[in-house]
Each structure stands twice: as C-alpha cells, then as structure tokens.
C-alpha cells in the first residue's frame, strides 16, 4: 500500500508565500513521476507540477516563474515552494505519485488527501 501525506496548506494574502510537502511511504519499487495536481471551486483537477525519475521538471504555465518543484529522493519526498501567490490559486492541492510497485507491475497513480491553500485578496 502507497500512502502519501500532505501538509503546508493554508490561508495567506496575495503575494504570500507557503511550501507544501508530500510525504511518499509504502512498498515503492519504482517512481516514474512524483509532482502536484490542484482543483479549484468548479474546475476540473489540473496539473501543476511534476519532477520525473530524470530530474525533468514540468510547470504549468500559469505557475511558471512563481513556484519551484523540488525534490529528495532518500525520504521520497517533494516541495512545492509556492511565492507571488495569486487569488486564483486558491484550490486543493493534491499530490501524486505515478509509478510501480513490483518489478513486473503495472504503472499506478498514487493520491494523497489534499490539503487547502487559500489565498485573499
């Protein structure tokens, strides 16, 4: 069983900063892609960033610039350091796990609960 626990949520003012964690444990033979997706009030889930078992780092654009998505591989942990934060990132963060758990297994994804970011204007 995978779980992953998030934390780091909260409330803050435009232009604040928060650092959401995710905590990845369980059997994990194999990650592929480790990274966070959002969805906020009457939107679809959306990605917004995701670090690959190569280190290739995808944003989306409208994090761009603003977010930084890191990484520690020996706690199968990531970052997600959130700055110049905007009302319209208010959302449920989720953080996902894309990977095996067995050599011959097939790909999953992995979700965590989600924790809220709020942000006012």
């Known amino acids: 069983q995978v779980r992953l626990v998030e934390s780091g949520g909260g409330l803050v003012q435009a232009g604040g900063s928060l650092r959401l964690s995710c905590a990845a444990s369980?059997?994990?033979?194999?990650?592929?892609?480790m990274g966070w997706y959002r969805q906020g009030p009457g939107k679809q889930r959306e990605l917004v960033a995701s670090?690959?078992?190569?280190?290739?780092?995808n944003y989306a654009d409208t994090v761009k610039g603003r977010f930084t998505l890191s990484r520690d591989n020996g706690k199968n942990t990531v970052y997600l350091q959130m700055n110049s934060l905007k009302p319209e990132d208010t959302a449920v963060y989720y953080c996902?796990?894309?990977?095996?758990?067995?050599?011959?297994?097939?790909?999953?994804?992995?979700w965590g609960q989600g924790t809220q970011v709020t942000v006012s204007s």
């Open positions: 996902n796990l894309n990977g095996i758990r067995a050599m011959y297994g097939t790909t999953s994804d992995y």
């Open positions: 369980g059997i994990i033979f194999r990650i592929n892609k």
């Open positions: 670090i690959a078992n190569s280190g290739s780092l």
